[in-house]
Each structure stands twice: as C-alpha cells, then as structure tokens.
C-alpha cells in the first residue's frame, strides 16, 4: 500500500514539472493560447447549464423558506430597534431629569 501511493505522488509531481517545462517552450503558446481558449468556453457553458438547474430545481424549493426567515428576521429586527430607542429614550429623559434636579439644588444652595 505504501508503495503505491509513493508511486502515485512520484507520476503526479513528473506530470507537473513537465506541464511547468512544456509552457515555457516557445512553441507551446499557440497551442497553450488555445487550450485555454477552448478550457474556458466549456467552462462558461458548463456554468450556464449548472445555473439553469439551480434556478430550475433548487430556487423553487427554498424561495419560499428564504422569503419566511426573511420576513421573520425583518420583523424582529425592527422590533428590537425600536426597543433599544424605546430604552435609550428613558434613559436619556431620567439622565436628563435628574441633572436638571441636580443643577436646581445647586442654585438653591
């Protein structure tokens, strides 16, 4: 078992140092010019067909879960928004209260 995976890495990394020594020959950039060419028109129509089958199959399933927790998170968001201004309000009405009582005590004195 442990040979066969040394022989494996030993391949994989002669594949690479070859790939790394053919691309810097002059006469691979026409060729690497249009693999690369070719490489990303399959690519661009292999995501065009992998979209449509997420908007086909997948988007219908979990629109409708999405728009609920949206809605529902929404709904508690302002909720809490308009709690902590509810609170922040209170506070700031009895800071203030308190130091306009502490200032009338001081010009009574």
Not at 41 to 64: E, H, L, M, R, T
Request: charged fraction near 20%; charge should be positive.
């Amino acid at each position: 078992m442990e040979g066969k995976s040394f022989i494996k890495y030993i391949v994989i990394i002669i594949v690479i140092l070859l790939a790394v020594f053919l691309s810097q020959q002059a006469y691979s950039g026409r060729v690497g010019k249009t693999l690369i060419s070719d490489a990303t028109n399959q690519a661009g129509a292999y995501f065009a067909k992998g979209s449509d089958w997420v908007v086909s199959k997948i988007y219908p399933k979990i629109s409708g879960e999405v728009h609920r927790v949206w809605n529902t998170s929404k709904n508690q968001f302002s909720g809490a928004t308009s709690g902590i201004i509810q609170g922040a309000k209170r506070e700031l009405m009895q800071w203030s209260s308190s130091r306009a009582m502490s200032n009338e005590e001081k010009c009574l004195e």
